[in-house]
C-alpha cells in the first residue's frame, strides 16, 4: 500500500466516504474491525453496519468488562445486526492476571495479556485494522495520519479528525444508542479496575501516568 497517496486520497472524504471507499479495495475478510463497546464506539460500529453489514466485529473481551458494557453490546448487536465474536486471552493467561491482581500493580503486562496479544495472535490473518480512535480524545493521537504502517498491518482510523461535537451530532442525527454509564458521569469506558468517572479519559488509569492500552501505540 502506497500510504503516502492513500493519505492524501482519504483527508478530505467524510468519515463514512473513507470506509465507503475502503471496502471498495479490500474485502471484509481481510479487514480487522475491533471494538470496545465503549462510549464512542456506536458511530463507526452503525456506519460499518450500514456500509458493510457482514464485517465481522472483534470484541476484545477482557473478561473486566462492565455489567453494562456487556448489556450494551447485546444492545448494539441486536439493533444493528451485527456480526460480533469474542477476541481475549486463554483462559489460562486471563486467569493469571485475575489471581495476580495484575491490573493493581503492572498494568501494561494486564493489557497486554488481555488486549494486545490477543489481536497480536490474529493480526496476521488481515491487510486492515479498521480501529476508531479520535484525535480529541488524547493528546497523543494528534499527530496520527488516517493509515499508518505498524508492525505488521496497516491501521486505519477514518473517524480520526471527527470532532467532539460532530460525534454528538452523529449519534444525536441517527438515534443511536448511548452507552448507559454516560449519563453516570463516565466519558470514556473501559475495564472495571481501571476506570473511573471523569470527563474526557481523565477517567482511565486514574492513578497511574498510563493513557493508552497499548493496543494503538
Ligand atoms: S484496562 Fe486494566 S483490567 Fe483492563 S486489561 Fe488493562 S490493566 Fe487489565
Request: negative net charge.
Amino acid at each position: 500500500m502506497n500510504l503516502e497517496f492513500f493519505n492524501s486520497h482519504y483527508q478530505p472524504l467524510s468519515a463514512r466516504e473513507r470506509l465507503e471507499e475502503l471496502y471498495k479495495h479490500y474485502p471484509e475478510d481481510k479487514i480487522l474491525f475491533t471494538s470496545s463497546f465503549g462510549s464512542t464506539a456506536v458511530i463507526l460500529l452503525h456506519m460499518i453496519s450500514q456500509i458493510r453489514p457482514q464485517q465481522k466485529i472483534n470484541f476484545i473481551n477482557t473478561g473486566y468488562h462492565f455489567e453494562k458494557t456487556l448489556e450494551y453490546k447485546k444492545l448494539l448487536t441486536d439493533r444493528f445486526n451485527l456480526d460480533v465474536v469474542d477476541l481475549g486471552a486463554t483462559s489460562n493467561r486471563h486467569k493469571f492476571t485475575s489471581d495476580n491482581l495484575t491490573y493493581s500493580h503492572n498494568q501494561n503486562l494486564c493489557c497486554f495479556i488481555n488486549k494486545v496479544d490477543p489481536v497480536e495472535r490474529v493480526k496476521r490473518n488481515y491487510h486492515i485494522w479498521i480501529s476508531g480512535l479520535l484525535q480529541f480524545q488524547n493528546v497523543n493521537r494528534a499527530n496520527l495520519p488516517l493509515f499508518v504502517k505498524t508492525n505488521d498491518i496497516v491501521k486505519f482510523h477514518p473517524l480520526l479528525d471527527m470532532t467532539e461535537e460532530e460525534t454528538a451530532l452523529y449519534i444525536e442525527l441517527y438515534d443511536l444508542p448511548i452507552h448507559p454509564l454516560v449519563e453516570e458521569g463516565y466519558d470514556s469506558i473501559g475495564c472495571t479496575h481501571c476506570t473511573s468517572m471523569g470527563t474526557g479519559r481523565t477517567g482511565r488509569w486514574m492513578n497511574s501516568s498510563k493513557t493508552e492500552c497499548g493496543l494503538h501505540v
